[in-house]
């Protein structure tokens, strides 16, 4: 419970966006920028250890997820904007393929990087969703053709906790032949699910508690994608520039100890001090560390309640408070609080 009581006296509630684990976390984080803090691509002999750890690295990642290095294979990177250019547009880049099936709930790291591939000639189409923000799967039936680079769609949506049918996409995406990238930024970590579903997903270390700037790609060894970086030889050239080795050890290191949730009293408590109620929440099947709910008026809310760290429906870009795309998108203003656990 100590990453939600901060020793300021204030409750983070906004673990969606990030958090530190725990104490005991940051204090590995340290250890390991003193063991690994080397470059592990280094010829000195007494470094060789840091190239082992490297390797050794990817099948403790894969080994977590129950996937086969045989399989499947690791790309690091900085996080999971980084990991959805380099799947998407790689993939765009490699094939003559142009058709990109998606949905508007995405993350923007998802659609400004489809949006932009769209003025290259791909042809961006997006699966319809409720009121609710449940994204109806089984409407990709009739959108893919022989023209259909990916079908690029969320597991748990960031804004609203909806939890996606992605057993349904990947079932039509095989039946097609069509590679099935998916977003699970929110679900590593977190959720329980059959990642070999997916042709290829991403993860964030920062939002399961692990150190900021890290992150990786998993992909099917059967994708080919397109470099789009240019530099040394790092990650098979996908993703060349020096390892973060202190930052991959403390992610998998942390994915391992695994993810503390908060028991149901810590939850009730939470919602009876900010007054929602459970089934007030926007989406209804939606994951148990992520609620969203319409407030009256957001400023007045975050006022009253100054002991708790909480997401809003809005984010300040170039100076401009600007309500969330995926709110807008199912009808609701700005008044939007996010608590996420
Ligand atoms: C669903 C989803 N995808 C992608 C991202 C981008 O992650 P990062 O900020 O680690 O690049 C986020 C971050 O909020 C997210 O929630």
Same mark, same amino acid.
């Given at each position: ?49 840091? @190239? ?18 045989? %399989? ?5 990177? $900085? ?15 490699? $094939? ?31 699966? =319809? ?67 070999? @579903? ?28 397109? @470099? ?11 993703? =060349? ?18 993810? @503390?949730? =908060? ?8 919602? $009876? ?14 994951? =148990? ?9 957001? %400023? ?13 429906? $809005? ?17 609701? %203003? ?8």
């Amino acid at each position: 419970m100590e990453k939600y009581f901060l020793t300021s006296g204030e409750i983070y509630l906004d673990s969606a966006a990030t958090s530190v684990k725990s104490v005991e976390m940051a204090r590995k984080y340290a250890e390991n920028l003193v063991k690994y803090g080397f470059n592990p691509m280094s010829s000195h002999i007494s470094l060789g250890f840091m @190239k082992e750890s490297l390797d050794k690295s990817r099948e403790r990642l894969l080994d977590y997820f129950n996937l086969s290095p045989l %399989d499947f294979s690791v790309i690091y990177c $900085s996080g999971a904007t980084e990991a959805l250019n380099v799947i998407i547009k790689g993939l765009f880049f490699s $094939s003559g393929k142009r058709r990109i099936v998606t949905s508007e709930l995405e993350h923007k790291a998802v659609l400004e990087t489809v949006q932009y591939l769209e003025t290259l000639g791909a042809e961006v189409v997006y699966v =319809p969703h409720n009121d609710e923000g449940v994204i109806q799967t089984s409407a990709i039936d009739k959108m893919l053709n022989d023209d259909t680079l990916c079908v690029v769609l969320m597991h748990v949506n960031n804004e609203t906790g909806e939890i996606n049918d992605v057993e349904e996409v990947s079932a039509l995406c095989s039946k097609y032949k069509v590679p099935f990238i998916c977003d699970t930024t929110q679900s590593v970590g977190k959720e329980v699910i059959n990642f070999s @579903k997916f042709d290829a997903f991403v993860g964030s270390a920062h939002k399961f508690g692990a150190p900021f700037g890290t992150g990786f790609i998993i992909k099917r060894r059967t994708i080919h994608i397109e @470099k789009i970086f240019h530099g040394g030889s790092q990650e098979a050239s996908y993703r =060349p520039g020096t390892h973060n080795l202190p930052g991959i050890m403390t992610m998998i290191e942390c994915l391992e100890d695994g993810y @503390k949730t =908060p028991d149901t009293s810590f939850k009730n408590f939470i919602f $009876s001090e900010l007054g929602f109620k459970l089934e007030d929440r926007i989406g209804k099947n939606t994951s =148990p560390l992520i609620y969203a709910f319409r407030v009256d008026d957001v %400023d007045a809310f975050i006022q009253a309640h100054p002991r708790f760290i909480i997401g809003r429906g $809005s984010a300040c870009n170039s100076g401009l408070i600007q309500p969330s795309h995926v709110y807008s998108k199912l009808g609701y %203003d700005r008044n939007v609080i996010r608590i996420s656990f």
